[in-house]
């Protein structure tokens, strides 16, 4: 093979190579990171165990209010029933009665808020599991398309480099030496096609000795003198 065209091959697969390279790492990254995935499933664990928790401080609220209202009637029995109590025992049933009493409001109010919170959690918690069963399931199709994808490109990359080796086992090393530093410098583009004695890359015109080198296939590389890449014919 012509050392041109080797050059013309080698460029296009090290064309194809970058771009499906950046492809393969974006893909690999992407089935790696459940970030958002994982931060929908802590949420949803959150809400579930903020409504645990409001529950059981419902159960402990509704039994102490029970007990506390049972209490509330035992005074309230004991003041006003048939008996022999002493001024000071009254007192004392009255004060009980009366601190009962304010207990009996302050958790009937405690009730009714973790009720209200109960059901707006549980609204959250509903809410949020259909969110996150749409997103997993969202997840796994993206997951499954993502790792087809990434699978092909691992296939195709293999078989660039396979061909990239061999394109460059074709060139010499002053070649390679040449090409290397030229695709770092221009950015992936070392190559420049020469068409009616002018480099298409900068539009410089080339020397006639130089252009009848290259059009004519020589085996000596030319450079455009203009961006420095090498000339290949059209």
């Not at 009493?101 to 109010?109: A, N, P, S, Y």
């Not at 002053?174 to 020469?194: C, E, H, I, T, V």
């Not at 009616?196 to 009848?212: F, I, L, N, S, T």
Request: proline share 2%; glycine share 4%; aromatic share 4%.
């Amino acid at each position: 093979m012509h050392v041109l065209e080797a050059l013309r091959q080698l460029r296009d697969v090290d064309q194809e190579w970058s771009i499906s390279g950046q492809e393969y790492v974006v893909l690999r990254e992407r089935l790696a990171d459940q970030s958002t995935l994982q931060a929908a499933q802590e949420a949803q664990q959150q809400r579930q165990a903020a409504l645990t928790q409001t529950r059981q401080k419902l159960v402990s609220a509704e039994l102490e209010l029970r007990t506390t209202e049972e209490r509330l009637q035992e005074a309230n029995r004991q003041l006003y029933a048939d008996g022999n109590l002493s001024p000071r025992e009254l007192d004392h049933l009255r004060r009980d009665a009366d601190y009962l009493t304010r207990r009996v409001g302050e958790l009937e109010e405690l009730v009714l808020g973790l009720m209200s919170g109960q059901e707006e959690q549980i609204a959250a918690v509903e809410r949020g599991a259909a969110e996150l069963a749409a997103l997993e399931s969202q997840a796994s199709r993206d997951n499954a398309t993502d790792l087809a994808r990434y699978r092909e490109l691992r296939a195709a990359l293999q078989a660039l480099k396979d061909r990239r080796e061999a394109l460059r086992g074709t060139l010499s090393p002053q070649a390679l030496r040449l090409y290397d530093d030229l695709w770092r410098s221009k950015q992936g583009a070392p190559l420049a096609n020469l068409q009616d004695g002018r480099c298409q890359v900068c539009r410089v015109q080339v020397p006639r000795e130089k252009a009848r080198s290259v059009e004519s296939y020589e085996a000596r590389l030319v450079t455009c003198d203009g961006c420095g890449r090498i000339l290949i014919p059209s």
